[in-house]
């Protein structure tokens, strides 16, 4: 038995409504996934997600970083009372992520879409943590000093 057209039309309107809401639960998930991994780094106690990614150049500290579509490590390690650098590297790298803040050393910088910038970091003590975020506050890092 043939269906009529109303009938086709609900049946279409029903799937586009599925369809919708499951798009947007996965959207959800995600966004919530990824507030989740944000979350950690405002956990000044957690040691999760911190690696130690400095290198030493010229006697100072090199800190290194990678900016696109957020900062990567998100949560690293530094020797304190050492002079530094903070290294970014960005590579076709079009986000808000190009334009860093560190709030604690007035630094507001805009980032090449791609290339090496270097920030210089004065000595820290033992125990602080400076933290950086992009722009909009979407993206952040904190370097723990110990």
Do not use: H, W
């Amino acid at each position: 038995m043939p269906m009529n057209p109303t009938s086709q039309n609900s049946q279409t309107k029903i799937v586009n409504m599925v369809f919708t809401l499951l798009l947007i639960a996965g959207l959800a998930f995600l966004i919530n996934l990824t507030n989740t991994n944000s979350s950690l780094i405002a956990d000044d106690t957690s040691t999760k997600n911190e690696r130690l990614t400095t290198e030493i150049e010229d006697g100072k500290q090199i800190v290194k970083l990678t900016a696109k579509v957020g900062y990567s490590p998100t949560k690293s390690i530094a020797k304190a009372n050492t002079p530094s650098i903070l290294r970014v590297t960005t590579m076709g790298t079009f986000d808000c992520s190009t334009s860093l803040t560190i709030p604690s050393l007035r630094v507001l910088r805009n980032l090449p879409p791609t290339g090496t910038t270097d920030i210089e970091i004065p000595p820290q003590e033992a125990g602080s943590i400076l933290r950086g975020t992009c722009s909009m506050g979407m993206y952040n890092f904190s370097i723990k000093f110990i």
